[in-house]
Nanobody, 120 residues
Framework: VQLQASGGGLVQAGGSLRLSCAAS????????MDWFRQAPGKEREFVSR????????YYAESVKGRFTISRDNAKNTLYLRMNSLKPEDTAVYYC??????????????WGQGTQVTVSS
């Protein structure tokens, strides 16, 4: 299984980025696809989740209304559209495949991470 994240970069506060995560190696039906992030000196935290089959979405309170998670089943690709970015969104962002409750302990597979830096 391979999860390849991309799309990170440097952006000014208030700007936007779209992260992508190309998934391969198995079917992700009956799975959840998640985005986590980890800032320097902090624990990895949940950002957003989408149920691969139903498309139901879930967000951390800190990103609700600013971030949008989506997936393209045909392309086996996960996305995270991030608007109104803040300096506190600066982190390495990881995509992940899970089958359990929200949380890093439920993750079956991790992507390699992509750096997002938001300047003030």
């Amino acid at each position: 299984v391979q999860l390849q994240a991309s799309g990170g970069g440097l952006v000014q506060a208030g700007g936007s980025l779209r992260l992508s995560c190309a998934a391969s190696g198995r079917s992700f039906r009956r799975s959840f696809m998640d985005w986590f992030r980890q800032a320097p000196g902090k624990e990895r935290e949940f950002v957003s989740r989408i149920a691969w089959d139903s498309g139901n979405t879930y967000y951390a309170e800190s990103v609700k209304g600013r971030f949008t998670i989506s997936r393209d089943n045909a392309k086996n690709t996960l996305y995270l559209r991030m608007n109104s970015l803040k300096p506190e969104d600066t982190a390495v962002y990881y995509c992940a495949a899970s089958r359990g409750p929200v949380g890093a302990r439920s993750v079956d597979y991790w992507g390699q991470g992509t750096q997002v830096t938001v300047s003030s």
